[in-house]
């Protein structure tokens, strides 16, 4: 008889013993878990005094910068948390972020990858429409001669200049936030021994938020900001990253969507390819003009549209 024999007894306990094993094996892995998380989200507020703020969980599309470099706890005292990252090139900091303003009916042009041939003729547009502009350029157009004089005509004809990283390679630059500062820096100090200016403007290459930086994202916002510097998202796309985009439909995808808005950051690119973001800009311009808008440069000073983002 199998029930209550000593082979019953012997499979009933060798079964206790499996679940106990099992169960004491869950609840390690379980806590290990749990102790990650704990340590990636401590290891998120420790990053800076933003890191608790992170813009007030980018709480409206236009969120503003106002106070953030002097955010503290309610008794005005500052944590003071180190990262080994935050000891990393001790000059590339440009100061508190100053108080910001939102302009009404303003366009702000931007363009990203350049400088390049194209850069010159979009220049020779924007000066003859007497329009200023800002150009996020990569570190890595800047090393030919050509490059660099086209930078330094930006800067003397008036319009901004941001940092859009050295490589724009995303797998290098999103492993982590040593690899985004060494990237910006190197881009920084570029641009500084070129035109004496110190950037203190910057977009994220496939924006804010994106596939590529999602675990380091709230980390590397926080860092830049402790360090002074101000990013800027976009609310208005030409859509010319697409290969294949038309004149037409460079002029639709700004000019439409931005009569919606009382400010417009608008995403095109300066790239050598660009041609019909080149042949639609001076259109663009003439349309927004009459449509009573006014172009301006991005500078820390303008409040920024940025992505938003929910945990």
Not at 195 to 215: A, D, H, L, Q
Not at 223 to 244: H, L, P, T
Not at 298 to 308: E, M, W
């Amino acid at each position: 008889m199998y029930w209550g024999s000593v082979r019953f007894f012997k499979h009933l306990f060798i079964a206790a013993f499996m679940l106990v094993l099992i169960g004491s094996i869950s609840l390690a892995v379980y806590f290990k878990y749990e102790n990650t998380q704990l340590a990636k989200e401590l290891k998120t507020l420790k990053s800076s005094n933003f890191a608790s703020l992170l813009y007030a969980q980018q709480m409206e599309t236009e969120s503003s910068w106002q106070h953030v470099s002097s955010v503290t706890d309610e008794n005005n005292v500052t944590p003071n948390f180190d990262l080994d990252y935050q000891n990393l090139y001790p000059d590339l900091y440009v100061g508190d972020i100053p108080k910001q303003t939102r302009a009404a009916n303003m366009v702000y042009l931007t363009f990203d990858d350049g400088p390049s041939k194209l850069t010159e003729d979009v220049l020779d547009v924007l000066k003859e429409k007497q329009v200023k502009a800002t150009f996020f350029v990569m570190g890595k157009n800047l090393e030919t001669a050509q490059g660099k004089e086209t930078l330094k005509r930006i800067v003397r004809e008036g319009h901004a200049v941001g940092i859009h990283t050295y490589s724009h390679v995303y797998s290098r630059i999103y492993a982590s936030v040593e690899a985004f500062l060494d990237d910006f820096y190197k881009t920084y100090s570029k641009i500084y021994d070129i035109t004496n200016v110190k950037p203190e403007i910057f977009r994220f290459p496939g924006g804010s938020i994106n596939g590529y930086n999602s675990t380091i994202y709230k980390e590397l916002i926080a860092e830049m900001a402790r360090r002074g510097f101000v990013y800027y998202d976009w609310n208005i796309s030409s859509q010319d990253a697409a290969g294949n985009v038309t004149k037409q439909q460079v002029y639709d995808n700004v000019v439409y969507p931005s009569k919606t808005n009382t400010r417009n950051v608008v995403l095109m690119h300066d790239s050598a390819e660009k041609v019909s973001t080149l042949k639609a800009l001076p259109e663009i311009i003439d349309e927004l003009t009459e449509c009573g808008y006014q172009f301006d440069v991005l500078t820390r000073n303008v409040a920024p549209i940025i992505f938003g983002y929910s945990d």
